[in-house]
Every structure is written in C-alpha cells, then in structure tokens.
C-alpha cells in the first residue's frame, strides 16, 4: 500500500468538557497531545466522537484552533465542517480552512435526506469552496440514507480535493467497489474500528479510530502489521481487542469511551444531553473488558 495523505490511525476525537459542560479547551490540547503520544497520525476533531451535534458553529471553531495549537505541525488535524445546509456548510469550511487545518471532513447531510445527486452537488459546492483536502463521510447509520459508490467514485473523480472517504456503511462490497474503481491517491478509511482489518485486506489505508483512545499502541500495532503484509499478527491483535471495539458502542458513542478515558485517570468531563452518562453497570462492565484486554491493570 501505497503512504497515506494523513497516516493509517486517525483519531476522532472526543470533546472534553468541564463539569457544567462548556468547552474545556486546554484539556483538549492535553488530549491531542496525548493521542499523538499513543500512535495517532492525525486528529480528527468534533466528528461524531466529538459529539458535533451540540457543539455549535463557534465553539467549533475555538475547538480547532486549540487543537491546531497543540498539534503545532506535529500531525495533521482535520476538521469535522459539515452539516445538512449545504449554504451554511460552505459558509463554515471556509471559515475552517483559514485556520490552519491540514483538511476538513464532511458528513452525508442528515435528516433531509438528498437523493444521490443532491449529494454530489452539495459535497462538491463543500469542497470547492475550500483549498484543502476533503474527506468524504458516509454512516448510514446516522444519516438514514447511504451514499453509494457510485456517488463516491462521481466526487473522487471530478473534484480534486476530494481525497479520501470515511466508510461506515459496513458494506464490504460497497466499499470494495469504491476501492477498485478510486482515482490513484483517494483513500477508503474505515469509519468502524471493527472492520479496519477487513477493509485493510481489501485495500483500504486504516481508519478513523474511536478505540485508539484507550488502546492507541495496541491498534496502531494491529493496523501496521496488515499494512505491512502480517496478516496473522494483525488477526491476533483485532481479535484480542474486539471485545474493547464492541464494549465502546454498548450505548451511543462517545459515552463509553469518554468513561473509558476517565477509567485510565484521564478525566475529559461528560456528555452533552441528549446523551447521558454511562450508567454504573456500564462502567462496571466497561472497567471489567478494560481489565480483561489488558489497557487497565488486571
């Protein structure tokens, strides 16, 4: 494979807030140094994991340039500008990308649920409208619709600063198809932890991590050993980590991997409601998986 534009462990990462839930910068500066101290090559900042449906266009904004601080050119940090306003999305990446970012990530408008060309059309106005690279972000999961290869393909061929595609469909013959017929130098990352090992093996570059958090060197460990042809290694760490890769999701993300970072003694504050905060059996069960794949003392 081939050296990816921003690495093979990415990082989405969580948002830390203060007890009354305002933005506690300088922990997120702690927590991107932190990161890259564990393997991350890039910072992917106010994503899903980030909890970007209720920190606000300004917030947003404060949030990368704390972490473009503290990253100070040591890493790539990209920035989560999209939303379901097409206008008000090219509004905001271009306040973005004047702030240094090395990139901007871009989510399938939610909720109004475009049809394929609607899609095409407001992520090229997107990325057009910015000169840094563009990431593409598919979840069905949240969005409701999918954007299909054959939308994807459309965008990395016609827009050049479109450079790559965060999958999280868990389509594995959606994503080979984007794979196979991608532009030379557009990226497929996995957008799920769980399928980083299969979409490797397909020829995807790696991923946009929520488990790095709490196992950064043991995943980056994992992801170098398929990219670098030692399947069984890499094999052995996902399956040894799996158990950690599903405890994450037993509830909404991040609400169990911001309880994990507090297990670890790295405290980044709560949720914002709609979420709410892990439940002591969730903790429990959390603490005991921890324990379990080795990233808490036994």
Same mark, same amino acid.
């Given at each position: 494979m /081939?050296?990816?534009?921003?690495?093979?462990?990415?990082?989405?990462?969580v948002?830390?807030?203060?007890? *009354?839930?305002?933005?506690?910068?300088?922990?997120?500066?702690?927590?991107? @140094?932190?990161?890259?101290?564990?393997?991350?090559?890039?910072?992917?900042? $106010?994503?899903?994991t980030?909890?970007?449906?209720?920190?606000?266009? *300004?917030q947003?904004?404060?949030?990368?340039?704390?972490?473009v601080?503290?990253?100070?050119?040591?890493?790539p940090?990209? %920035?989560?500008?999209?939303?379901?306003?097409t206008?008000?999305?090219?509004?905001?990446?271009? &306040?973005?990308?004047?702030?240094?970012?090395?990139?901007?990530m871009?989510?399938? =408008?939610?909720?109004?649920?475009? =049809?394929?060309?609607?899609l095409?059309q407001?992520?090229?106005?997107?990325a057009? !409208?910015? *000169?840094?690279?563009?990431?593409?972000y598919?979840? =069905?999961?949240? $969005?409701?619709?999918?954007?299909?290869?054959?939308?994807?393909?459309r965008?990395?061929?016609?827009?050049e600063?479109?450079?790559?595609?965060?999958? %999280?469909? +868990?389509n594995?013959?959606?994503?080979? #198809?984007?794979?196979?017929?991608?532009?030379?130098?557009?990226?497929?990352?996995s957008?799920?932890?769980?399928?980083?090992?299969?979409?490797?093996?397909?020829?995807?570059?790696?991923?946009?991590?929520v488990?790095s958090?709490?196992?950064?060197?043991?995943?980056?460990?994992?992801?170098e /050993?398929?990219?670098?042809? *030692?399947?069984? &290694?890499?094999?052995?760490?996902?399956?040894?980590?799996?158990?950690?890769? &599903?405890?994450?999701?037993?509830?909404?993300?991040?609400?169990?991997? &911001?309880?994990?970072?507090?297990? #670890? +003694?790295?405290?980044?504050?709560?949720?914002? @409601?709609?979420?709410?905060? !892990?439940t =002591?059996? #969730?903790?429990a069960?959390?603490?005991?998986?921890?324990?379990r794949?080795?990233? @808490?003392?036994?």
């Amino acid at each position: 494979m /081939a050296t990816p534009r921003f690495g093979r462990m990415l990082t989405a990462m969580v948002t830390p807030f203060a007890e *009354d839930r305002s933005l506690n910068l300088s922990r997120a500066q702690e927590l991107a @140094l932190r990161l890259l101290d564990n393997g991350t090559d890039a910072l992917v900042v $106010c994503g899903t994991t980030g909890e970007s449906p209720t920190v606000f266009y *300004d917030q947003k904004l404060d949030l990368f340039r704390a972490v473009v601080e503290a990253a100070d050119g040591r890493a790539p940090v990209i %920035a989560n500008a999209g939303d379901n306003c097409t206008d008000d999305s090219v509004e905001f990446a271009r &306040k973005v990308a004047s702030l240094g970012v090395d990139g901007i990530m871009a989510v399938v =408008p939610y909720y109004n649920k475009p =049809p394929q060309e609607g899609l095409y059309q407001h992520f090229r106005a997107v990325a057009e !409208a910015v *000169d840094v690279p563009v990431i593409l972000y598919n979840i =069905p999961g949240r $969005c409701v619709i999918n954007m299909t290869a054959e939308t994807t393909l459309r965008l990395a061929s016609d827009v050049e600063n479109i450079v790559a595609v965060k999958e %999280a469909s +868990g389509n594995l013959t959606q994503i080979a #198809q984007i794979i196979d017929g991608a532009p030379e130098g557009f990226e497929v990352l996995s957008g799920d932890d769980e399928m980083t090992l299969p979409m490797m093996g397909l020829g995807g570059t790696g991923v946009i991590s929520v488990v790095s958090h709490v196992a950064g060197p043991r995943f980056k460990e994992q992801i170098e /050993a398929q990219a670098s042809g *030692d399947h069984t &290694k890499a094999l052995r760490i996902h399956l040894e980590l799996l158990p950690l890769m &599903k405890a994450l999701f037993m509830t909404s993300n991040p609400i169990m991997v &911001k309880k994990g970072l507090e297990l #670890q +003694g790295f405290p980044v504050g709560g949720v914002r @409601l709609p979420l709410i905060d !892990a439940t =002591p059996e #969730q903790t429990a069960e959390l603490e005991r998986i921890m324990r379990r794949v080795g990233v @808490l003392p036994a």
